[in-house]
C-alpha cells in the first residue's frame, strides 16, 4: 500500500488496492473516498507521534534522501512487523509505501482495565509499564484503559540512526 503527500502533508492519492486493504484496517473510515484530500494528521494519533512523523517528513524533504523505519500494525491475535519506505519527490511530496515484511499467530492477553499500562509505543507497539517498556499482544484493550501514544526510547534511538545521527545529535528526534 501507498500513499503521496503534498507539501503540506495533504493526503492526494493512495494506491489502487487501498480499498481492498482497509477492509482489515477499519473499513469506510478509511477508504479511498473518506481520505483523499484530507490531513494525513486527521489519522494520526497521538503529539509526539505526529510530531516524531513530522521531523522524519522534514528529514527527507530536506536532505532529499528516502528513509526506511520499522514499525508493527497487530490485528487480533496477529503480530504483524511492517516497514514504512518514504521517498520525497522534487515538489516536496512524499511517497510512503507500507510494506508487510511478517504476520505471526499469537494469543492475546486479556487485561482488566486496572492492569493495562497506559502508554503505548506508536512504532513497536510495546507498553511502558513500571517494570520499563514491555511487548503485550493483547487481544481485546480494556474499555477503561486511556492509552497514549508515544515513541518509545528504542525506536527513537533507531529513527535517529536511520537519520544518520546519534541520539543527542543536533536536529535528532531527541530522548
Not at 508487510?100 to 494469543?107: K, S
Not at 511487548?135 to 526510547?153: H, K
Request: glycine share 12%; hydrophobic share 35%.
Amino acid at each position: 500500500m501507498w500513499f503521496f503527500l503534498d507539501p503540506s502533508n495533504k493526503i492526494i492519492d493512495v494506491s489502487p488496492d487501498w480499498d481492498s486493504q482497509a477492509g482489515t484496517l477499519g473499513g469506510a473510515l478509511v477508504a479511498r473516498r473518506g481520505i483523499v484530500g484530507r490531513s494525513l494528521w486527521d489519522f494520526v494519533n497521538g503529539a509526539e507521534t505526529r510530531s516524531y512523523l513530522n521531523a522524519v517528513f522534514f528529514w527527507c524533504r530536506q536532505s532529499g534522501r528516502g528513509l526506511s523505519l520499522p514499525y508493527r500494525c497487530d490485528a487480533p491475535n496477529l503480530r504483524r512487523e511492517c516497514r514504512m519506505d518514504i521517498a520525497p519527490d522534487s515538489e516536496g511530496g512524499l511517497e510512503v509505501r507500507h510494506l508487510l515484511l511478517a504476520e505471526t499467530p499469537v494469543a492475546g492477553q486479556k487485561l482488566s482495565g486496572t492492569d493495562a499500562p497506559g502508554q503505548q509505543c506508536s512504532q513497536c507497539l510495546r507498553w511502558e509499564g513500571p517494570d520499563g517498556w514491555r511487548d503485550l499482544m493483547i487481544a481485546t484493550p480494556p474499555q477503561a484503559t486511556f492509552v497514549t501514544y508515544v515513541i518509545c526510547p528504542d525506536c527513537r534511538r533507531a529513527a535517529n540512526r536511520a537519520l544518520g545521527r546519534d541520539s543527542n545529535g543536533a536536529g535528532g528526534l531527541g530522548d
